[in-house]
Structure formats: C-alpha cells, structure tokens
C-alpha cells in the first residue's frame, strides 16, 4: 500500500472519529498531530466540530491544527507562546512538514538553509534526519550531494493546499495544459512533415530503382544490336574470303 493510500485511511480513521459522539477533540488533534504516518490535516480542520472550537478556551488547538496543515517549524517557534507545548513526536512531525514545503519550493536545498530551518546544529544530525525521518518515512526521495553541501530533491509528496493557493494552482495548470497543448500541435506537425519526407525518399528512391533498371535494359539492348552486327560482319567477311579463294583456285586450273 502507498503512502497515499495510507493518507486516505488515517484521515478517514480520524473523521469518523471526530464526527462521532465527540471524545476530546483536543486529544483528536493531539493524536492526529502525533501520527508517524499521518501528513494531511485539511479534512479534520473542515469538520463543523472541530471549527467549534474557535473561540473557545481550546482554540489555540485550533490554531495548532492549522499549523500542522499550512505551518514550518520556524513559523511555530515564532508563535510558540500562543500555541500549546508540542511532544518529541509533534516536533518531529512538523519538522517532516517544513522539509516537505522547503522541497514544493526547491529542488536543491543547501544544507545551510535546511539546519537553520529545521533547527538542527550539525550536518550529521541534518543527513540522519534526511535519511532516517524522510527518506525511510517515504515522503522525500532524494540524493545526498557531500561535496556540495546540499540535498537535491527527487520526489516529495504534497502538503495540504494553504488558503488561495488553489487559484494560484488552476492558474498554473492552465498555463501548462496551454503549452502543453502548443507542443502537441508542434510534434503532430513535425510527424506529418517527417511522414511527408518519408513518402518522398520513397518516391526518390523509385525513380532511382526505375531510372536504373532503364539504363540496364538500354545497355542490355545496345550489346545484343552490337552482338549482332558483329555477327552479321563476320558472316560478310566470311562470304568475301570464300570468294577470293575461289578466284585464286579458279585462275591456278
């Protein structure tokens, strides 16, 4: 099972959960943020109870939740004081969501940038959380660049859409399909053009195959006329010898 497929699972598990005879939807939030392989958070923060929550003495869970959906680990520690405390497994779980929206935006990460965002002091616990908390989790795929000091991104899955960021998508979809469109006219051409050469080399190499074949015959023809002129000399130089032979007899009786 894909990690998508495994997405689809744990946000079901979660909205069921949620619209049931609520438990704590604090703890809901508190489980779902927690979850080593839960990474989608904008259906549990749509559901009609867990908005309930804004204005509430709990709404900085609230406030959690969304930061889970559209957040960095930067953003949280800048905001720390009006968000509740996070355990060892939120931390780590927003750290895996601030390297997946580093990796949306580039595709070559300098390790300098990725330490001072996730909050890391060295570049051996850089390259083990890369490895161990990315790579293994099946989020990012990726290639360690030593020499270079940078981790170039392959594959990433993607965040929750933050608010306008749709429109911004559809926009760029469209942009796409509309060269993409463009280029698919370009290739129909070039294969017809590429087609059309394609008939002609053949009909050149027709032309070629019958022009040759009509010198052939025309040589073939020429060498039986000269075949039989020779003959027909030969026949005449024949019938003069014999005749010159006979006067030669004739006049010696």
């Known amino acids: 099972m894909d990690i998508e497929e495994k997405q689809a699972e744990h946000i079901d598990h979660f909205v069921k959960q949620a619209n049931a005879s609520p438990p704590s939807l604090v703890n809901l939030i508190v ?18 109870n867990i908005l309930q929550l804004q204005g509430t003495e709990d709404s900085r869970y609230l406030d959690l939740l969304q930061m889970f959906a559209h957040g960095t680990w930067s ?3 800048s905001n720390a004081s009006k968000l509740p405390q996070l355990t060892p497994d939120q931390v780590l779980k927003l750290k895996q969501l601030t390297m997946l929206t580093l990796a949306e935006a580039n595709k070559v990460l300098p390790y300098e940038v990725l330490m001072r965002e996730l909050d890391v002091v060295n570049v051996r616990e850089l390259e083990d ?7 293994y989790a099946g989020i990012v795929r990726g290639k360690l ?4 000091r ?3 991104v392959q594959f ?12 911004n998508m559809i926009h760029t979809l469209s942009d796409w399909l509309g060269t993409s469109d463009s280029l698919l006219i370009t290739i129909q051409e070039k294969i017809k053009w590429a087609d059309s050469m394609n008939e002609l080399d053949k009909k050149h190499k027709q032309e ?8 052939k015959n025309k040589l073939s023809l020429k060498g039986d006329m000269d075949f039989r ?7 005449i130089r024949d019938y003069g010898q014999d005749r010159r032979s006979k006067r030669r007899r004739h006049r010696m009786g």
């Open 31 to 48: 489980e779902a943020t927690s979850h080593p392989s839960l990474f989608a958070f904008t259906e549990i923060l749509s559901l009609p």
């Open 75 to 77: 953003q949280y520690t």
């Open 129 to 135: 959380f890369l490895i161990n908390e990315c790579m």
């Open 145 to 148: 660049n030593q020499q270079r």
């Open 150 to 152: 940078s981790f170039e």
């Open 156 to 167: 990433a899955i993607g965040r929750d859409l933050r608010p306008g960021q749709l429109g």
């Open 208 to 215: 070629n195959i019958e022009m040759l074949e009509e010198v």
């Open 229 to 235: 002129g020779h003959a027909e000399f030969d026949g």
